[in-house]
């Protein structure tokens, strides 16, 4: 009877197969054909902004074709999901699955035949009312590969090189450290793009300021802050400004709170706290009680617009105030000079370009901002040829367009139209992150990635490429760097925010990204393609966060949050984000990841700040696109076996991996580039090991809690690394006598590929085979209790910028720099309680720049030949034996006070800038 049931069932279904089939192929064929329109779409959109900016009808024209392809990508991906989706099951199962996958199939046919409607309705209009294709110029035919490996001089200037802020800076000097112990507000007023942050940052880190306060921070505080994050941030920059922990509980205090802690902390010193670009004419109302004035000559120092801010710290406090002038015809020629010529004539204009040097900075009114970014603009063409003459009628038409002086905006408009197609939606994506945000580097191109933004090129990974973007926009002045790494690329990064005014517009006419925040939310009107969700987190609930629209398309969706203290409750995933590629929870705590994350199969990039229960769900394993997973701030993260299916994965990154359900599957995830930090702290560690070395892309590869028996194993697995460049392995915490048995490594071709390398836990000797690492720039030994004296062995590392040698690294009575060695060393970090001697010979470390001593607290004397380290700015000596000023008249303490910029002593018994009380001696 079943039997008979079953074939009496399929023969009711084979009309309703043979529908299906017939379907299916039309789909296809349909399918094809739009995807072929989808790329001629494509192609025209890369010069659309342009032909937009014509008149209000193309504008709207070509806002109609942008949204006909962001239909049909939709479709696309759509089609992916429903119609090339396997059945899971065989048999009779699977004709039921089949009819049930009817459904969306004939939605899907549906949606094509309406989208190619729409086309059609944008191309007869188009027709309709004289819309003319226009031929590109794009720059994208003509890229400029003179940027494929920039100097790293060339990204450390802010702006340029500074010109015509020599007078103003000796007058806020003087203001800084002269005149009344009072509390003094400080404070340089211009308009937009004049230079007020880059003069501020002159004379916040000048020799004189830096001598003179006991402890000085800089907080950027633009036109929207909250002032509980503000006071928390002074208070966190303070505590590492002297290299002390942070109190556990400062994410939990309240502003009375917070402001006490800052009082306290401020009670006794003499400090400075830089408020960058502050808006708002109450903000001294907000801070001032938190600034104590402890009547020993501390000072705020605030850049603004607006001059009411700094005449609303009249009622309470001493006010300096300096206006800044714009630069005059000659400082903003030499400006000029220096950012359009620096790569091709070494900042000099060439006399056939004087003319229109003159003219363009005629036009730029003395703005700083507006020169650098035009200039910036110039310095990416060649100087001769078809190219440039070209590109020099372009400009000179556009400066001609209006007899006034240009303004700000439309001189950044030309270095937004000069982009090539793919760096303006990499620059473009600046706007989702919040005002003045410094974004981590690998973030940005991570999700440019993820989005599609960066095309592949022989030879180099999408993240090499990326990089060469991000270089293009920084040498363009479009993009500012806020800090480098220790390889001399760009570790954060920012937009100035007048640069950011000007793509927040272009983000309107492009509908590039929506928000919604607290209390306001912008149009949503249109597809909207990235959706940014800034909030406190008063509720906890995630549907709470999103809009109930179903006219959502969203790509992108980020969510961030200065709540630390709340838990949002993701629960079921609309299933209007199923086409999402990035999941970003910024800051935001989670109480668990629910199992539909693995519904989202399109997905690229995904980052979780906290998970509560520290899981990643199993169906994990359904995001078989993903590049890159991370979770920071979770201790455990429990990783399934099912991750082991992601076979596009890049990056995964955490604080604590636990691969222990993954033993035999992660050598299968070949294109991982970052993997940390696995916690080897398990059974079955030594199966884990013995995968990591199939791993042949790894990069950046973190252990923790390694134990002995476990070095051999790790060896073997980084000699088959052939790409590693960054490698951090610490030992066990639980086994206060388990050591790095690391000895077993075998050098071959590629090891040497290292960079960056940190070793924490015993090691009793220095492994040999450190010193053969020659491409080492960056080392950091922790609880190594070495035995013998360390640098004979690493002297001749030729390329190392940074060695570390701390928390009980050496446990000998001597460290010897011997002449010749370390001859490119930068920063020198020394923390051991048994040190009594630092030896420096004539001819060692000639590069050294920084050093800095802790708890050294053995050691009653300064290095003997520190007066050999001519190149040294920075001398911090921290809880030493060197707690007292008897001999502070000796040969070296004079060298020290002349010449080492900044000089601070932290003893046992509280802090002392030693020079800040002796600059009357000098």
């Not at 064929?29 to 779409?41: N, V």
């Not at 009114?365 to 603009?377: E, F, K, R, S």
């Not at 580039?673 to 892309?697: C, S």
């Not at 000998?812 to 010749?820: K, R």
Request: hydrophobic share 40%.
């Amino acid at each position: 009877m079943a039997e008979m049931a079953v074939s009496l069932a399929v023969d009711q279904l084979l009309p309703l197969l043979k529908e299906e089939a017939n379907l299916l192929r039309g789909i296809h064929k349909e399918f094809a054909d739009l995807k072929y329109e989808l790329e001629s779409i494509q192609a025209f959109l890369k010069d659309a902004d342009k032909r937009a900016a014509t008149t209000e009808g193309v504008k709207i024209w070509v806002k109609q074709v942008r949204e006909a392809a962001f239909r049909i990508e939709d479709i696309v991906d759509d089609y992916m999901i429903q119609v090339e989706q396997k059945p899971p099951h065989p048999g009779c199962v699977a004709l039921f699955h089949k009819l049930k996958s009817m459904i969306p199939r004939r939605r899907i046919a549906s949606e094509i035949q309406d989208v190619k409607s729409y086309i059609r309705g944008v191309k007869e209009r188009s027709e309709r009312y004289g819309f003319q294709e226009q031929r590109s110029s794009s720059s994208e035919d003509n890229r400029n590969s003179k940027w494929n490996d920039p100097p790293v001089a060339a990204l450390c200037i802010e702006e340029s090189e500074v010109v015509g802020f020599e007078v103003p800076r000796k007058r806020l000097t003087n203001w800084m450290v002269k005149g009344r112990k009072d509390r003094t507000v400080v404070s340089v007023v211009g308009m937009g793009g004049q230079g007020k942050t880059t003069l501020a940052k002159k004379v916040f880190d000048s020799k004189d300021v830096t001598r003179y306060f006991d402890c000085r921070v800089w907080i950027t505080v633009s036109q929207s802050y909250n002032v509980e994050e503000l006071l928390r941030d002074m208070l966190i920059k303070f505590y590492k400004e002297k290299g002390c922990n942070v109190p556990m509980d400062i994410s939990r205090m309240d502003r009375a709170s917070l402001t006490d802690e800052v009082r306290k902390y401020l009670q006794q010193k003499r400090y400075v706290v830089v408020f960058d670009d502050v808006w708002s004419v109450h903000f001294w109302d907000d801070i001032e009680f938190a600034v104590i004035d402890n009547k020993n000559g501390s000072r705020i120092f605030i850049t603004t617009r607006n001059q009411n801010v700094v005449v609303s710290c009249k009622k309470s406090s001493f006010i300096e105030m300096l206006e800044l002038q714009p630069l005059t015809q000659k400082q903003s020629l030499e400006l000029f000079n220096k950012k359009a010529f620096k790569l091709d004539y070494d900042g000099c204009c060439p006399k056939e370009h004087t003319d229109l040097a003159n003219e363009i900075v005629q036009k730029c009114n003395g703005l700083p901002l507006a020169i650098v970014t035009i200039g910036g603009l110039l310095s990416t063409k060649e100087k001769t040829g078809l190219q440039w003459d070209r590109f020099r009628e372009n400009i000179i038409s556009e400066l001609k367009k209006d007899t006034h002086l240009i303004g700000i905006k439309e001189i950044i408009g030309l270095s937004y139209d000069d982009l090539p197609y793919y760096l303006k939606s990499c620059l473009l994506y600046f706007v989702i992150y919040p005002e003045d945000y410094a974004v981590r580097s690998k973030k940005v191109i991570q999700q440019w990635i993820a989005e599609g933004f960066v095309k592949k090129e022989i030879g180099k990974t999408l993240e090499e490429v990326a990089e060469g973007y991000l270089t293009e926009l920084i040498h363009r002045s479009l993009v500012q760097v806020s800090s480098l790494r220790y390889d001399g690329k760009v570790k954060r990064c920012r937009v100035h925010d007048l640069i950011r005014d000007m793509m927040l517009e272009k983000n309107e006419d492009l509908n590039f990204c929506k928000y919604i925040s607290d209390g306001e939310q912008s149009p949503l009107s249109g597809i909207v393609r990235r959706l940014l969700v800034t909030t406190e987190l008063t509720t906890t609930g995630f549907y709470d966060l999103i809009p109930s629209t179903d006219r959502l398309h969203v790509r992108s969706l980020f969510i961030f949050s200065n709540n630390a203290s709340t838990f949002l409750v993701f629960g079921r995933i609309p299933t209007k984000f199923r086409l999402l590629k990035v999941l970003d929870f910024e800051y935001v705590r989670l109480l668990h990841v629910p199992n539909e994350v693995g519904s989202l199969i399109h997905l690229k990039y995904l980052k979780f700040n906290y998970i509560k229960d520290g899981k990643i769900p199993k169906s994990i394993g359904m995001l078989q696109n993903l590049e890159t997973l991370e979770v920071t701030n979770t201790d455990t993260l429990q990783l399934p076996k099912e991750i082991s299916k992601l076979r596009k994965l890049r990056h995964l990154i955490g604080t604590n991996l636990s691969l222990i359900e993954l033993k035999n599957g992660i050598g299968e995830m070949t294109s991982l580039q970052t993997l940390r930090n696995v916690d080897l702290d398990m059974n079955g560690a030594t199966e884990v090991i013995k995968e990591l070395g199939k791993l042949k892309q790894i990069r950046d590869l973190g252990l923790i809690n390694v134990h002995t028996e476990d070095g051999s194993s790790i060896s073997s697995s980084i000699n088959e690394m052939r790409h590693l460049e960054k490698l951090f392995v610490a030992s066990s915490s639980k086994r206060s006598k388990s050591f790095l048995k690391l000895d077993d490594v075998h050098l071959n071709s590629t090891s040497t590929m290292v960079r960056k390398l940190t070793l924490n836990g015993l090691l009793m000797k220095l492994p040999e085979w450190i010193p053969e690492f020659q491409n080492l720039v960056v080392l950091r030994l922790m609880y190594s209790f070495l035995h013998k004296d360390p640098m004979p062995s690493l002297k001749n590392l030729q390329h190392l910028l940074i060695l570390s040698i701390k928390e009980l690294a050496y446990d000998g009575l001597c460290l010897h720099f011997e002449d010749g060695g370390f001859q490119k060393l930068r920063e020198l970090y020394v923390e051991t309680s048994t040190l009594r001697v630092i030896i420096i010979d004539k001819g060692a470390l000639p590069s050294l720049k920084k050093l800095r001593l802790y708890k050294l607290f053995s050691m009653k004397n300064i290095p003997i030949g520190i007066q050999h380290l001519e190149k040294l700015e920075v001398l911090y000596i921290g809880h030493t034996g060197i707690e007292h000023l008897e001999d502070i008249s000796t040969e070296d303490w004079n060298w020290i006070f002349k010449h080492v910029p900044t000089l601070e002593i932290n003893t046992r018994t509280g802090f002392t800038t030693l020079n800040l009380h002796l600059l009357d001696l000098l």
